[in-house]
């Protein structure tokens, strides 16, 4: 007779591995061009390996491991192709359902990451972003990339389209590689960008592609925290993206309140991240799938998702008024507020 229970812990533990094995599957098919072979051409094992110049048993074990785990489908002639939307997710870099750039991440930066997790639990010492590297500020653009496309597209011109139209002065705090400033500035050529970012990396970075994209009249990049800023009353709109939880935790009020005097009056301050619950037991569901996948991955970085609450508070106690909340995708959260 099984214990109460364990029958269901074992099933979930081995989905997980599936769930990892998927994601290292992935990871192979995207470093090897397994993936974007089969997009553009269903092949055989022998057929791939041959176009690849890859070990043909290995790449045969590939393809049908690939097919168990729902990542591949086979025909009767024994080609292979992606399963259905598979495309979409792991190769097309645009689409708001892309996670191609997450999966190298997360078997690359993260694992290295995770390795230092139990050294860090015992010391609680972090590994703070901009210690990553300059590969690490590349590669969080690219995941950031496709759900920034969707903010500076739709969501951004819905809510403030004709002033950024017309011509404002915007403020990125945690620009990151500019990427954001960059996708504003091509679809705004009347507004102008300053985009500030505490990690030189994602400055330098940002800095060379502005002096390659013709951007660099209309936008500037600065490396400074936001706790740091100079500005006072210079900007029409400040926006954070994705970059609330990763500003460590004693420098988010000096950070809210240098955005708050960086902004003219009535100006908007506009915000995407993740939330954490108030009661952990709701962390199951799927609106804190992201932010529980955050904040475990994060954790070394130093990086805290704030719940509601807290988040409520401090751009209440910053001075800003006005507050709005939605969501995106179900699962971020969007904050707008004002001066
Ligand atoms: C997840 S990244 C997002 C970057 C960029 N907004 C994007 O969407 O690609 C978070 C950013 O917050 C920045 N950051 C952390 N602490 C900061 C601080 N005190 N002031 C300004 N930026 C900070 C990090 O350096 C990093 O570039």
């Not at 969080?140 to 002065?169: C, E, W, Y």
């Not at 679809?187 to 800095?207: C, K, M, W």
């Not at 400040?238 to 240098?258: C, D, G, I, S, T």
Request: charged share 20%.
């Amino acid at each position: 007779m099984t214990q109460s229970g364990t029958k269901e812990a074992f099933e979930r533990v081995q989905a997980a591995f599936r769930g990892h094995q998927t994601l290292q599957l992935i990871y192979l098919g995207l470093e090897l061009g397994l993936l974007e072979s089969l997009r553009s051409q269903p092949a055989t094992p022998d057929a791939l390996a041959a176009a690849l110049s890859l070990h043909p048993p290995y790449v045969r074990v590939w393809c049908e491991v690939g097919t168990a785990f729902g990542v591949l489908a086979v025909d009767d002639a024994g080609r292979y192709r992606l399963a259905a939307g598979m495309d979409t997710v792991l190769l097309d870099a645009d689409h708001p359902r892309f996670v191609g750039a997450f999966v190298r991440g997360f078997m690359t930066f993260l694992a290295d990451d995770f390795a230092r997790y139990p050294d860090a639990f015992k010391h609680g010492h972090i590994h703070a972003f901009h210690q990553h590297g300059e590969a690490f500020s590349a590669w969080v653009s690219n995941v950031t990339h496709p759900m920034q496309r969707l903010v500076a597209g739709k969501i951004l011109p819905d809510q403030f389209g004709s002033g950024l139209q017309a011509g404002i002065d915007v403020l990125d705090i945690g620009c990151g590689a500019g990427q954001f400033v960059f996708k504003l500035a091509a679809l705004y050529p009347n507004s102008r960008f300053t985009g500030v970012d505490a990690d030189p990396h994602g400055i330098e970075l940002a800095q060379r592609a502005a002096a390659i994209n013709g951007m660099g009249d209309r936008t500037r990049f600065i490396h400074t925290g936001g706790e740091t800023m100079p500005f006072e009353n210079a900007f029409d709109l400040a926006v954070m993206f994705e970059v609330l939880h990763e500003l460590p935790v004693e420098v988010r009020p000096a950070v809210m309140r240098a955005a708050y005097r960086a902004l003219r009056l009535g100006g908007a301050l506009f915000i995407l991240d993740e939330t954490w619950a108030d009661d952990p037991r709701q962390l199951v569901e799927p609106a804190y799938h992201m932010s529980v996948l955050v904040q475990f991955s994060e954790l070394l970085w130093g990086n805290v998702v704030y719940t509601q609450d807290q988040q409520t508070r401090l751009l209440t106690e910053a001075g800003f008024v006005d507050l709005q909340r939605g969501d995106l995708g179900g699962t971020f959260t969007l904050i707008t507020a004002r001066k």
